[in-house]
């Protein structure tokens, strides 16, 4: 398998196969993103594939310093941003619910995971875009904070928060090991 720089290179000498091939090397792991972020199969098909279009867009002016998939990763942050604020629109004019059961749907504990994705949904969007890249991508926080466009600090502080409002959520109380269980042992 040929690496990302040399499909990057051959693209931008206009092989469009070898874009096609930096999306299948992909697709799987930015859609998975996507969903982390935003909850919602179609919403992260919709950011995937604006993500993609971003990237195939702007290629050429992508740093060649930065590895393909990192600059990846924030182009799909970027458009779960869009999306995420398309949706908030769209629900403010038609006062549509959020569809909670496809947010579920595609775990195997579903309890578990439900309770602790709608704690994720219920953080600031830029607490949980930090937390998801962080435990999600296991991404260092220097390289989080290149993709956020903040400093390495800033996004130290925003996982320190979401830990503690998630340690404290009322939808994860649930799956905390109760005060007796704790003593034991």
Known sequence: MVDDR?????????DEAAFAELFRRHEAR???????LLGDREAAEDAKQEA???????????NVEVAFSSWLHRNVVWAARA??????RRREMTGDPPDR???AAAFDDQDRRTSLLDALRALPAG??????????????????????????GTVKSR???ALRRLAASPALAELQPSRETRDVG
């Open 159 to 161: 996982i320190s928060r």
């Open 83 to 88: 999306v995420s604020q398309r949706a908030y």
């Open 30 to 36: 930015v859609l998975r993103l996507a969903y982390a």
């Open 52 to 62: 993609f279009l971003a990237a195939f867009r702007s290629l050429d002016r992508m």
């Open 127 to 152: 607490a949980r875009e930090a937390v998801v890249l962080r435990f999600y991508l296991d991404l260092p926080e220097s390289e989080i904070a290149r993709l956020l466009g903040c400093r390495p």
């Open 101 to 103: 059961d496809a947010f």
């Open 6 to 14: 040399d499909a990057v290179a051959r693209c931008l000498q206009g």
